[in-house]
């Protein structure tokens, strides 16, 4: 069965192809010798008797004939057990920590499968993160997949960091555990995140698979499979409550559209798979809690947009499968504003199940739903006093400005170390709102306007 | 059978090719492998034949065997689809959940409703009686609201020569036996891809009510009409459609989530049942049809997911039901034949879809329609697609061609979504078709003025967007009263009207007599502030009038079941207008 090839009939890029083959199955693993290495790789095509392998590690070095590959017959699985946690792994989930292989424990595919949606909890409990933005206008929910949308210099690795010390997904409710998969990002991000869990004292809580950016490309492919597959191991057989970050998902898509390109595939849009939708698909879907199981799976992805563009392939496609996005602004940044959130774009689908009455407060939505509506006034009238000046504004219409600065300065903004619970969000939302005249609040239900206003 | 399998030569992805398949048919439903795997022949080229598979291929391998299954890609049609949920090949998800549990596994096999369940069926036929093709032989109640009526399959008629008595049966058993040698069981089946036949089309006359004002009021749909809603990312698509499964007045709901998220679909699954309607006080799962085939599921499925849907439809439309269907996204649909197509490496058209895309949009969106069925009852199936455009941009390829093919066109606008306008239909963007049609309709049900009430608030809409454009050069506080009072009435329009919240117990839905109340009080208040601004009255007195804010919250503070709460307001604007009036005029 498992009859060893000693030939290939091409090697292009990260493909290598494989003539007079028996036996083979559509999207099993191979193991390639070459002089004493073991390389590993995916069968991505058959044709006839010609295999097509992906090889994960790169194909310098191989020749034609001076090497060996084997048929695995299954396709990538990797070991698990509940010895992961604080564990650190490479892209392909092979351990790098010198803490030796992980024994016992099952072994899963990578791959995983589509979660039933009639399987499915709908997601209705919210995570405080312990920032104002976020919590209010945002909310996170378990069970959630929120992205962070995010440019080149802007931090959204601090955002994540404070997300993760802050976040309270444990109290009281069974275990918590990060898993973090590192796509294609510098050694010293890296670096930050694993200081940071230090700093958190959640290192042993956490399992790292890293795919650093001077990583194999392909590898690059499964790192989050891998990450995923432990995350789903822990959540819906341990029983834990998951936050898995993936940072970053350009780095994924890229190496996608190498591999994509190097198979001359139908290009699509900016030459992206025409596939690229179902295969991000095929990692966010996994976030979510099942029946019968106590665990969750919360993802937070961090994408960095090319050139800060959201309607570029990658976030444009991620926006319409996550559930919302958290959008960071250069220009918010550069008035020295930290969380640099704009909150106009940002979205979380789910928060209207989890926020209100029995959740978080019952003046939550309303509160939220006139932040949105007059932040974007603000908007309006600051566009318009660039053309016009300031002085010649209404007196309405200054106000907004007032309470525009406010908004920004004493809401948005907050200290990397600042951890503000939900009701004190919400008392700072108020004390901003009660700059407005009262009639201008229209979106909130006069019960609430007559408890909370100011004034 | 072993001579007439074919045997795999090529994989790639869902797209499996096996030679020695000269005796297959095109579109016929195969089994591929060991696992037995579904898939569709969809080319065959003398020996080789291209097979799609509906599930994951991982582990085929070469010289695995194609099975042919001599029938066309089909769903069985009978008692037990409604308030059920199926993946894109009609499988319900209970049973796949029975048996691969949380997570769907490849191999399952085919499955469709159940079969061994038992129901109560009351014949409407004796024996001597000739049936033709769509006549009812028999009743079974399928939920409380839809009472499931058994038809003669099309193509089929005779003499009734033997018949059941009233009473609990099994699907397979035979009902009714027709001297042509038929014989009638509880189901039929169809092929996805061929419309029902139908008497004939006719031409449209009634709105799909769907208590949404924006669209009811604005761009009415009708019932055998279709309707496109495009928009970007976080626009609120999937909202729209929910607010329309929920609150239409079908009698049927075929939901299809195509491509779409999972948490969605098990947020329908467990809101529905807990959702009552309107008019029977019945749960609203009891009409309802969920087709699920989410974003990470077989990609080949999503493609047939909607020809599963419009089917089962068309089948309730031929009992005589308005059946209405949601399809949340076609762009989804679009890109599945995008990436089949590409893995088939056909010639690409326009951003990689295939050059039939256009033709294959049509014929769906076609399959709508008001209908005489063959039974002679008056019946629609309307369809609603979403459309997820790229970076929200509708000049792609789905939009415009989609744009082509339906008659109401419901554009959503990032920037209404992003102030958290809901719902978010640009009303500059979106039109309706219908609004001739249903003209007469609106003015026997509603009011005479009802659509000319409609027009003028359009046009006080359309001037505010032109009047905004110089207001964004040199303020407002410029321009002469009569143009802010457009502004402000723009105003009480968009947030008192517009506007409508999903989640409020009485806004959620708002019944058309009680729309037009509200309409006609924006535009008496319009009247009479014009009036009052040409004798004199400033625009801030009007504006800060308490009136105003009673109207903006008249959607809140007015129940559905107004009695003569807007005869009050009414009174109230006038009486303060008059006063004000006089007050001015007296200077």
Not at chain 1, 395 to 421: C, H, S, T, V
Not at chain 2, 399 to 419: E, I, P
Request: hydrophobic share 40%; proline share 5%; with cysteine.
């Amino acid at each position: 069965m498992h009859k060893e090839y000693m030939s290939l009939k091409k090697i292009e890029g990260p493909l290598i192809v494989i003539e007079g083959v028996e036996g083979v199955s559509y999207n099993e693993m191979v193991e390639i010798k070459v002089q004493g290495e073991t390389k590993h790789g995916k069968v991505v095509q058959l044709n006839n008797d010609l295999a097509i392998v992906q090889v994960f590690e790169n194909t310098s070095g191989m020749s034609v004939n001076n090497i060996s590959v084997k048929f695995t017959g299954k396709s990538l699985e990797i070991k698990l057990s509940r010895e992961i946690l604080g564990r650190m792994f490479n892209g392909i989930g092979q351990p790098i920590d010198g803490g030796g292989p992980i024994f016992s424990g099952i072994k899963l595919d990578v791959n995983g499968s589509p979660i039933n949606p009639v399987a499915r909890r709908y997601p209705r409990n919210y995570i405080q993160t312990g920032i104002s933005a976020i919590d209010t206008l945002t909310t996170l929910i378990r069970g959630q997949k929120l992205p962070i949308f995010s440019g080149n210099g802007l931090p959204h690795n601090q955002i994540a960091a404070q997300i993760v010390k802050q976040a309270k997904v444990a109290e009281g409710e069974g275990d918590f555990a990060v898993v973090f998969a590192a796509m294609g990002i510098k050694h010293d991000d890296a670096h930050y995140f694993i200081k940071t869990f230090q700093e958190a004292g959640v290192l042993d809580k956490v399992v790292m698979f890293m795919n650093l950016a001077d990583d194999p490309v392909v590898e690059r492919i499964v790192t989050p499979r891998c990450a995923l597959t432990a995350a789903e191991y822990l959540a819906f057989y341990e029983n834990m409550h998951i936050l898995v970050i993936m940072t970053d998902i350009t780095s994924y898509c890229e190496a996608l559209r190498e591999i994509s390109a190097a198979r001359e595939e139908v290009p699509g849009r900016k030459g992206y798979p025409g596939y690229l939708y179902s295969d991000l698909a095929s990692l966010y879907e996994r976030a979510g809690m099942v029946e019968g199981s106590k665990g969750s799976i919360t993802q937070i992805p961090i994408l960095t947009m090319p050139n800060d563009d959201i309607t570029h392939p990658i976030p444009d496609l991620t926006g319409y499968i996550t559930e919302g996005q958290i959008v960071l602004s250069r220009e918010i940044y550069q008035r020295n504003i930290y969380p640099p959130i704009n909150i106009l774009p940002s979205l979380s689908r789910l928060m209207k199940d989890g926020i209100g009455e029995g959740y978080t407060r019952e003046d939550h939505p309303d509160v939220a739903n006139q932040l949105f509506s007059s932040y974007s006034r603000v908007q309006e009238v600051k566009a318009l006093s660039q053309v016009i000046g300031e002085d010649e504004l209404s007196e309405i219409d200054k106000k907004y400005l007032e309470f525009g600065e406010a908004f920004e300065y004493r809401f948005l903004r907050q200290e990397f170390n600042e951890n503000r619970d939900i009701n004190r969000s919400l008392e700072i939302a108020w004390d901003i709102l009660s700059i407005l005249p009262k009639n201008e609040l229209d979106r909130i239900n006069p019960k609430f306007l007559d408890a909370f206003y100011r004034g | 059978m072993e001579g007439s399998a074919g045997r795999v030569v090529y994989v790639n992805g869902p797209v499996v090719k096996a030679k020695n398949m000269k005796n297959f048919k095109m579109r016929e439903m195969v089994t591929v492998g060991e696992k037995k795997l579904i898939g569709e022949v969809i080319s065959i080229d003398e020996d080789l034949g291209t097979v799609q598979v509906y599930e994951e291929t991982t582990g085929i391998k070469i010289d695995d065997e194609v099975v042919s299954t001599k029938k066309p890609l089909s769903v069985t049609l009978g008692p037990g689809i409604v308030g059920n949920i199926f993946d894109g090949i009609q499988r319900p998800l209970n049973i796949i959940f029975d048996k691969s549990g949380n997570f769907i596994k490849e191999g399952i096999g085919l499955a469709t409703i159940d079969k061994t369940r038992k129901w109560y069926v009351e014949f409407k036929v004796k024996v001597g009686d000739v049936l033709k093709e769509g006549d009812i032989f028999g009743t079974v109640d399928e939920t409380p609201l839809v009472k499931h009526h058994l038809m003669v399959p099309p193509y089929i008629q005779g003499k009734v020569v033997e018949v059941k008595q009233d009473g609990e049966y099994e699907m397979e058993t035979v009902l009714v036996k027709l001297d042509s040698g038929a014989e009638l069981k509880m189901y039929q089946e169809w092929p996805v891809r061929i419309p029902r036949p139908v008497k004939e089309r006719l031409p449209i006359q009634k709105p799909l009510i769907t208590g949404q004002r924006v669209i009811d009021t604005f761009f009415p749909i009708a019932k055998g009409g279709t309707a496109a809603i495009p928009g970007g990312f976080g626009t609120g698509k999937t909202m729209t459609q929910h607010q329309l499964a929920k609150w239409s007045d079908a009698d049927i709901i075929v939901y299809i989530g195509c491509g779409e998220r999972g948490n969605e679909m098990t947020e329908v699954l467990e809101d529905f049942p807990k959702l009552i309607d309107p008019t029977s006080n019945l749960p609203l799962m009891n009409r309802t049809i969920l087709i699920a085939n989410t974003s990470n599921m077989p990609v080949a499925a999503r493609e047939a997911s909607i020809y599963t849907g419009i089917t089962i439809a068309e089948y309730f439309r031929d009992m005589g039901y308005n059946v209405a269907v949601m399809a949340d996204s076609t762009s989804r649909w679009a890109e599945a034949l995008r990436e089949i197509s590409g893995r088939l490496e056909e010639m690409p058209a326009e951003e990689g879809y295939p050059a039939y895309l256009p033709s294959r949009l049509a014929e769906f969106y076609e399959r709508a329609g008001y209908v005489k069925t063959l039974n002679g009852k008056e019946a629609s199936v309307t369809i609603i697609g979403a459309v997820s455009p790229a970076g929200g941009d509708f000049s792609e390829p789905v939009t415009q061609n989609t744009k082509r093919f339906v008659s109401a066109f419901l554009g959503l606008d990032r920037k209404l979504a992003y102030s958290r306008h809901y719902p978010a239909i640009n009303w500059l963007s979106s039109y309706s078709g219908y609004i001739t049609q249903l003209e007469e309709w609106y003015k026997q049900n509603v009011a005479d003025d009802m659509i000319f009430l409609r027009g003028e608030m359009m046009k006080v809409l359309q001037e505010e967007s032109k009047l905004l454009e110089t207001v964004k050069l040199v303020g407002e506080d410029v321009l002469p009263d009569q143009q802010r009072l457009i502004l402000e009435i723009a105003r009480l329009l968009k947030v008192g009207y517009l506007q409508q919240n999903a989640y409020h117990k009485e806004d959620t839905f708002v019944p058309l007599d009680k729309q037009y109340m509200m309409l006609k009080v924006v535009d008496n208040f319009y009247r009479l502030a014009r009036e009052a601004v040409k004798v004199g009255v400033p625009i801030s007195v009007i504006k800060s009038s308490e009136l105003f804010y009673r109207i903006i919250k008249m959607k809140y503070e007015i129940p559905n079941d107004y009695k003569n709460s807007f005869d009050l307001l009414m009174s109230d604007i006038n009486e303060y207008f008059s006063n004000l009036i006089r007050e001015y005029e007296g200077d």
